[in-house]
């Protein structure tokens, strides 16, 4: 009874297991709010699909709202992916943009080439999915807005700053060590030979 009771419970674990292998992967990162002017910038916009043993219908609309105190009154669309094609819509993105979304859906993000300060502002990406069932189709919406700062130049690493820091103080104290070390030794062997010289004579 024991044994058939452990061989059930082996088999729940490996399918388990199993399951959760097989499902896709996705994990939420948030989007960088800073660009480089006259570089790229990565408007990082994910998704993750909750139901994966439904394909659903998903639809993009990417947004652009600049720096302003009423930001809902001047939104611009500037982006869609409508079934399954990337459509760039004119305005002033308009040759600048470059879908980079994944196969699945769950990364719907782009690319702003050539930033310009004018790309300064807040971008607004909603990701609609309808699931088709056989008397009714549910939807879900996901809205993100990201911030985008443009800058001239791309800021200095404080962290690699330090790092880079702590490493030289480390080189440093390292060296100083062996300095002692060998000084220290350096006396111990010169008064051992003194007293095998006094205890020669």
């Not at 043993?53 to 639809?59: A, G, L, M, V, W």
């Not at 800021?155 to 080189?171: G, P």
């Amino acid at each position: 009874m024991i044994t058939h009771t452990r061989v059930h419970l082996q088999t729940l674990v490996l399918l388990f297991f199993a399951v959760h292998l097989s499902q896709p992967v996705c994990v939420e990162v948030p989007s960088a709010t800073e660009a480089v002017l006259g570089k790229p910038m990565m408007l990082t916009c994910i998704a993750c699909l909750r139901r994966e043993e439904i394909k659903p219908k998903t639809t993009v609309q990417w947004f652009f709202m600049p720096n302003t105190d009423d930001i809902a009154e001047d939104k611009t669309p500037i982006y869609k992916y409508v079934d399954e094609s990337p459509i760039e819509l004119d305005g002033p993105f308009k040759g600048r943009l470059t879908w980079r979304g994944s196969q699945d859906l769950q990364d719907v993000s782009i690319e702003i080439k050539n930033v310009t300060f004018n790309d300064s502002g807040v971008y607004e990406c909603i990701v609609l999915r309808e699931f088709e069932f056989d008397f009714f189709t549910p939807s879900v919406s996901v809205s993100k807005d990201i911030k985008l700062r443009v800058i001239e130049k791309a800021s200095t690493d404080t962290t690699a700053l330090y790092s880079e820091i702590m490493m030289y103080v480390l080189l440093v104290f390292l060296t100083f060590w062996l300095l002692v070390e060998m000084v220290y030794c350096y006396r111990k062997i010169s008064k051992s030979d003194e007293q095998t010289q006094d205890t020669a004579y």
